[in-house]
């Protein structure tokens, strides 16, 4: 295996989190978002530390999260955006969340803004604008559901909610390419279950059930059902 565990790479994500962001709604709302385990040791620790030994870069490049609501997978996407925003190290990084329409991916986005309020330190460094925040040469921002629009992207983390709700894989297609320029870009999916058959969500679901059960080797994806 060219591979090894970066403890204090994975420390600093969760410590992030943890230190940084907040729950925006409902009786926590302004508290430390406190990540359960199963976050933290099937998402988070193992997309930040796992590294390639070859270039210290990120093992994994994928990330597809299937679980059902109402498990705090909107705080998770927005805090996992703002750690790609602040705290990755990537110059002029461009972060984007995507979803079936624009309002449905202005709900991160939106979670996004409320941590950065939550927080002075956040809310000093950041320029936050209706739909885009901004970080010293790097941004994040939600997008419309329109592919034709987002040719000349050149993302360095894509947050894709509710993966189900695409009519066709035209737009994950268009945002998956745009990641070619960077060294260690990061496309992440949460969602819930959904039911067509024909869909790019369960074609992912197909492939993340191959690569746990062996039957598809790919070290860059990170399956979590």
Known sequence: M??????EAADRAVNF???F?????????????????WQKDDIVRPLFGWKSKDTGYRKYRTCYVEIPRKNGKSNLAAALALYLLFADGEPGAEIISAAGDRGQANIVYHI???????????RSKAKVLRNTIEYKSSWYKSISAEAYTKHGLNCHGIIFDELHTQPNRELWDVLTTSVGAR??????????????RASICYEMHEYSEGVLNGSIEDDSFL???
Do not use: W
């Not at 962001?21 to 385990?37: M, S, Y």
């Not at 996004?112 to 956040?122: F, S, Y």
């Open 2 to 7: 060219n591979y090894y565990f970066d403890e």
């Open 183 to 196: 060294r260690q870009p990061l496309i992440i999916s949460l969602t819930t279950a959904g039911h067509d």
């Open 223 to 225: 399956p979590v059902l």
């Open 21 to 37: 962001c907040t729950h925006v709604k409902g009786e926590l709302a302004g508290k430390a978002f406190i990540l359960e385990q």
């Open 17 to 19: 989190i943890e230190q």
């Open 112 to 122: 996004a803004q409320e941590m950065i309020k939550n927080n002075k330190h956040l």
